[in-house]
């Protein structure tokens, strides 16, 4: 049986996408009413994380240890892959040790290479291009509070970084429209865009990108790894904060999303992110655990490893 890794959203079809949300959902009851069954019994989750992180380690450490498995956390600075083991060598070891393997790193080619040399299945855990585990938690949420996302209109308002890319590629997946506004020289892959065609727009206008929007969502000005453009992208993103005032030009239903950290009146306001009749960002963060469990039973079962 071949290896399922999960390294952007295309290696999930459409109808798999639906299968994990769906999956996600029932785990989510099934949690919420104390019945979940030790599925991952003795299946190991390594967890390598090369950036900082609070949702990803905890919802994937608690998730693991909930359906019976158990995580093992693993630092650069304590590892030989901080000291300059080859990727290729780390993922051949690693991986005959350990039944499935997380990774936050840097270059999205690190993780390729890692998954291309790994016995087991590699999940992307957020690359500078993509944070696919993300988009499941923010497609179940949409799910949950709004049903199927096809034929809606998503605002990404922003940087063109990694959760921009994987709303794109979320868009590809999900047949939806998706209206991005960025500053100029902030846009997303000019070759992604390409590939998405039709459904994906750009504009430097937040409030061309947000009329009739169903969901508006941004992310930080500075991504990890991009500290010291932090003053100056403050000064190329002014206008581009998530406001009511922006929010107000959506559709009447609209729901806002961030994949959190926020930084509150930076690129969202405080008022915005605390206003529950639209901000569903606390739901989102929840998710990232019954995503990420009902990703990593389909990605164990479709590898023929449970
Ligand atoms: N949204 C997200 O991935 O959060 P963390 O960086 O805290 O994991
Ligand atoms: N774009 C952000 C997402 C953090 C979850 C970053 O890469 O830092």
Not at 32 to 40: D, I
């Amino acid at each position: 049986m071949t290896i399922r890794h999960f390294l952007t959203l295309h290696d999930l079809s459409t109808d798999e996408i639906h299968q994990v949300i769906d999956l996600a959902i029932a785990l989510k009851a099934a949690h919420r009413e104390g019945r979940q069954e030790p599925v991952f019994a003795g299946k190991v989750l390594g967890m390598i994380f090369e950036k900082s992180s609070t949702r990803t380690r905890v919802s994937f450490e608690a998730g693991m240890a909930q359906l019976g498995g158990d995580a093992l956390f693993l630092s650069p600075n304590d590892t030989q892959l901080g000291r300059g083991e080859p990727i290729e060598d780390s993922a051949r070891v690693i991986s005959r040790m350990l039944d499935i393997i997380m990774i936050r790193t840097f270059g999205h080619d690190k993780i390729e290479k890692f998954a291309a040399n790994s016995k087991v299945p590699v999940i992307n855990a957020l690359t500078d291009e993509y944070h696919p585990c993300q988009l499941l938690a923010d497609i179940q949420t949409f799910v949950e509070h709004r049903g199927s996302m096809q034929g809606k209109t998503v605002a990404w308002i922003g940087d063109g970084n990694n959760m921009c890319h994987s709303w794109i590629n979320a868009a590809m997946k999900l047949d939806f429209k998706l209206n991005i506004a960025c500053p100029e020289g902030y846009e997303p892959n000019a070759e992604l865009m390409a590939q998405a065609g039709q459904r994906v727009t750009i504009t430097n206008d937040p409030v061309v990108a947000v009329a009739g929007a169903h969901l508006v969502t941004t992310d930080v000005f500075a991504s990890m790894g991009q500290e010291d453009e932090q003053q100056v992208r403050l000064e190329h993103f002014a206008n581009y904060q998530v406001n009511h005032e922006l929010i107000s030009h959506a559709a009447d239903d609209v729901l806002f999303m961030h994949c959190l950290p926020a930084h509150r009146d930076e690129e969202v306001s405080a008022e915005l992110l605390e206003d529950e009749s639209i901000s569903v960002v606390w739901d989102e963060a929840e998710n990232r655990l019954h995503a990420q469990k009902a990703l990593m039973v389909f990605l164990l079962e479709a590898s023929g490893l449970v």
